[in-house]
């Protein structure tokens, strides 16, 4: 939602793309230009940032939908030519999946060509690309976890067990933590004040495996480990507000609040279900958050 405007795509039939006015729903705008847009779009004064499943990334502009620059993630990569194979859709590369994310000038995403970039908002230069996948198909690509840009490093899900922190300035990796094996590491990370909190999980959604909540120093304050919690996380981000920490989980049926000082338990709520790959919402007082047994809470 940026300039009075809703925005947002589909990945079905022509892969339109669309502008509404967000109180009315008034149609504004509407293109095919865009192919199947998988992924939510990053607003900035700049332009509207956001990349297809055939692994475009696209600078647009938020008034008439007209591009602003393109780059294809795949160029140069192993990936390049594995458009033409006949295999399409979610989790075929080079696509982009998770929700790219801006400072000032530039904008950062991930790809499944196996890299991670940060582009000019004006002009759409790559500035940098890292590497972060070794080249092979299957697992270990930027997938469900978003990038969170904090205190001048972008985290980020790398080879699938490991989460990292690439330097805003060039992409290097100034440090890597890898999650207990078989482990998987595909969730979003919350960060507050000198503190980041990551998740893994045993399976991707399967009750009982518990998921873990990890708490850790920043990279600027030595990325030491803190504490971590069994029973929430896994897929399921973590947000934070008002000295607590709330996480579902895509491994178990419960949503918790944690002291995010030493993790330990504020209150636990029994939902019956996997949140999956969404998100607790904080609006006011209350925590809204839906399960996968198909229902709403609003919890206090």
Not at 181 to 198: E, K, V
Request: hydrophobic share 35%; with cysteine.
């Amino acid at each position: 939602v940026a300039e009075g405007k809703v925005f947002f795509g589909k990945i079905s039939g022509d892969g339109d793309y669309y502008a509404l006015d967000k109180n009315t729903g008034k149609l504004i705008w509407q293109t095919d230009k865009f192919d199947n847009v998988w992924v939510g779009a990053s607003y900035t004064p700049n332009g509207l940032y956001f990349g297809h499943m055939e692994g475009m990334m696209y600078g647009v502009n938020p008034k008439d939908g007209s591009i602003l620059w393109s780059y294809d993630t795949a160029k140069d990569t192993p990936k390049e030519n594995w458009r033409q194979m006949n295999k399409r859709g979610h989790g075929w590369p080079p696509g982009i999946y998770p929700v790219p994310v801006a400072d000032e000038s530039k904008v950062y995403i991930g790809s499944w060509s196996g890299y991670y970039f940060a582009f000019d908002q004006q002009t759409g230069q790559m500035l940098w690309r890292t590497q972060t996948n070794n080249g092979n198909l299957n697992g270990g690509l930027p997938d469900s976890a978003a990038p969170v840009l904090w205190k001048g490093y972008v985290y980020v899900q790398k080879t699938g067990s490991v989460l990292a922190a690439l330097n805003t300035k060039d992409g290097a990796i100034e440090w890597e933590w890898r999650v207990p094996m078989p482990s998987l590491q595909n969730g979003t990370i919350a960060a507050h004040d000198d503190t980041i909190y990551a998740s893994h999980g045993h399976r991707v959604t399967n009750i009982p495996y518990n998921a873990t909540i990890v708490a850790f120093r920043d990279v600027e304050n030595g990325s030491k480990e803190l504490w971590k919690y069994k029973g929430g996380g896994g897929l399921t981000a973590p947000v934070i507000t008002d000295g607590k920490l709330i996480t579902g989980s895509s491994c178990d049926p419960f949503i918790v609040c944690l002291d995010p000082e030493d993790g330990s338990v504020i209150w636990r709520f029994f939902s019956g279900g996997e949140m999956r790959e969404n998100v607790p919402a904080i609006y006011g007082n209350k925590d809204y958050i839906h399960s996968n047994k198909g229902w709403l809470y609003a919890i206090k």
